[in-house]
């Protein structure tokens, strides 16, 4: 069963895909596996430890199943201040 | 009663009129923190920044450290001000006042605040060096190996 989602880049991930955000949709059912197409989509190997995940703009753990109509976002290490 | 705001913005902190947030007639304390752009970094010259953020998500999570800060300190009130887009050195990134009835919980707060943003404002910082390169703070590590660098 597929699932489609708004993805939302930042900072270096909006450098690399060239884009603000796309919508996707795919066998996902998790922000893990939404995380592991990304890379695989553009041929990325990001350290998912750097990252973190929010969806529909709160910090999630990445097991957190995904649901038709959400926004996720992969943040990378935020340098506010 | 009590009080928070928190704002992100592309205007120019350092002129915006501030003084009207200290004055509270139970407040014997104000207590603020300004962040500002320095021309130096990790030993590199730097020219400008550049500050990018999720605008929707950092306003919910502004407001959520603001409302902790309430809730953890005997404060009256508390404000941040955060820009956005393109900075010279010089201008104000971030701005904090914390306002209470005694000096130590509003030291404690502004503290809190800003060390609480640093952590988790989901904002963005590209520093853009004299030399003409830019690289994203904090953010040398998340990118591996690219398929290009396969390539090379």
Redesign the interface.
Known sequence: MKTKVTLKYFAMLRDHTKKSEEEIEGTFSNAHELFELICSNYQVKLDKSQFKVAINECYEDFNTVLENGDTVAFIPPVAGG | MFSKSFEITTENINSLPKTDWFDFPTAGAAVTFE?RVRNHNDGRNVSFLE????E??SV?VGNTILKNALDRFDITAVKCI?RYGKLKIGDI??WVVAVSSHRRESFEACQYV?DT??????????EHYTEGTYE????H???????KKHNE
């Open positions: 962040g500050y990018q953020t999720y929707e998500m919910k955060h990134a971030v800003i943003i640093k952590d988790e404002l989901p904002m963005w910082k590209k994203w703070v904090a953010c590590r998340c990118l591996e190996h690219s398929h």
